[in-house]
T-cell receptor, first 114, second 114 residues
Framework: AQSVSQHNHHVILSEAASLELGCNYSYGGTVNLFWYVQYPGQHLQLLLKYFSGDPLVKGIKGFEAEFIKSKFSFNLRKPSVQWSDTAEYFCAVGWPEGYNKLIFGAGTRLAVHP | KAGVTQTPRYLIKTRGQQVTLSCSPISGHRSVSWYQQTPGQGLQFLFEYFSETQRNKGNFPGRFSGRQFSNSRSEMNVSTLELGDSALYLC?????????????FGSGTQLSVL
């Protein structure tokens, strides 16, 4: 069965620090990969997605993620975080045969201190 | 444009009862997915509907069911409620028929089973 692992459940950073959140998935076929974010009091929203092509994808608010097929990973990065990045981040995997079914990781709570 | 609307926002039920949750997708969106979110299990896929047809289903017991109407609005029903059904139920809609489209989530219905 497909699964998604997010290595860090809680991350605390100071503003301007760099961020990298790990995500690994288990599925041998073609995958589509996503990062969703939930800001305090808001809906889950899409941060970025990878379907094919350039394995380095850029999303909103300066976030990027790199798909490394050999490592089954899709890590999220941001060079310099801001207080407004405080949120919960979810990695998710889908696959062509699954329509809109996504398997989500457990989430990482990021707290950025000014 | 209005977002995904879920009603009611909160529900309190007792064991053995049944409950119906409602979701109105973004206008023009034809796909509606349902997810269960709990602190222990995270986000888990329940089912997806497209044009009134269920086209994917998660690993939940038959007590969980859903349907979609011709106007794309969707309902999910849980019968014979158990304490473990206490969760945030999220609905998500997407625009196109293509697989793994961007999902737009609602605020959810918080269900408490006593």
């Amino acid at each position: 069965a497909q699964s998604v692992s997010q290595h860090n459940h809680h991350v605390i950073l100071s503003e301007a620090a760099s961020l990298e959140l790990g995500c690994n998935y288990s599925y041998g076929g073609t995958v589509n990969l996503f990062w969703y974010v939930q800001y305090p009091g808001q809906h889950l929203q899409l941060l970025l997605k990878y379907f094919s092509g350039d394995p380095l994808v850029k999303g909103i608010k300066g976030f990027e993620a790199e798909f490394i097929k050999s490592k089954f990973s899709f890590n999220l990065r941001k060079p310099s975080v801001q207080w407004s990045d405080t949120a919960e981040y979810f990695c998710a995997v889908g696959w062509p045969e699954g329509y809109n079914k996504l398997i989500f990781g457990a989430g990482t709570r990021l707290a950025v201190h000014p | 444009k209005a977002g995904v609307t879920q009603t009611p926002r909160y529900l309190i039920k007792t064991r053995g009862q049944q409950v119906t949750l409602s979701c109105s997708p973004i206008s023009g969106h034809r796909s509606v997915s349902w997810y269960q979110q709990t602190p222990g299990q995270g986000l888990q896929f329940l089912f997806e509907y497209f044009s009134e047809t269920q086209r994917n289903k998660g690993n939940f017991p038959g007590r969980f069911s859903g349907r979609q109407f011709s106007n794309s609005r969707s309902e999910m029903n849980v019968s014979t409620l158990e304490l473990g059904d206490s969760a945030l139920y999220l609905c998500a809609s997407s625009l196109k028929e293509q697989r793994n489209e961007k999902l737009f989530f609602g605020s959810g219905t918080q269900l408490s089973v006593l």
